[in-house]
């Protein structure tokens, strides 16, 4: 199994919308992906993360094949524009679980 962990900080607002308004889209795009990429097992995605950061993705996948499925899937995709059209910072992590 792999955990791949994501945290991002934010824009205070882009053409979308609020920060609390991307937040919870991005949420909901993220966590909605659970049973439609093959190999992604959980998301979990935390709004108001302490430390300086806004968003805080916790997600398991099957192995490391199907997390690099998903980070070309077109439906990830579709949320990732929404990302990287919100952030302002980002910080990420893989690791491989026995």
């Given at each position: 199994?792999?955990?791949?962990?994501?945290?991002?900080?934010?824009?205070?607002?882009?053409?979308?919308?609020?920060?609390?308004?991307?937040?919870?889209?991005?949420?909901?795009?993220?966590?909605?992906?659970?049973?439609?990429?093959?190999?992604?097992?959980?998301?979990?995605?935390?709004v108001?993360?302490?430390?300086?950061?806004?968003?805080?993705?916790?997600?398991?996948?099957?192995?490391?094949?199907?997390?690099?499925?998903?980070?070309i899937?077109?439906?990830?995709?579709?949320?990732?524009?929404?990302?990287?059209r919100?952030?302002?910072?980002?910080?990420?992590?893989?690791?491989?679980?026995?």
């Amino acid at each position: 199994m792999v955990r791949h962990i994501v945290m991002w900080k934010l824009k205070d607002r882009t053409e979308d919308g609020s920060k609390a308004e991307n937040a919870a889209a991005i949420k909901a795009g993220l966590e909605g992906l659970v049973g439609k990429i093959d190999g992604l097992l959980k998301a979990e995605v935390m709004v108001g993360v302490p430390g300086g950061m806004d968003l805080c993705l916790y997600s398991e996948f099957s192995s490391m094949e199907a997390l690099e499925g998903y980070k070309i899937h077109p439906l990830h995709k579709a949320v990732q524009a929404l990302v990287h059209r919100s952030m302002e910072d980002r910080v990420a992590c893989d690791g491989i679980i026995d």
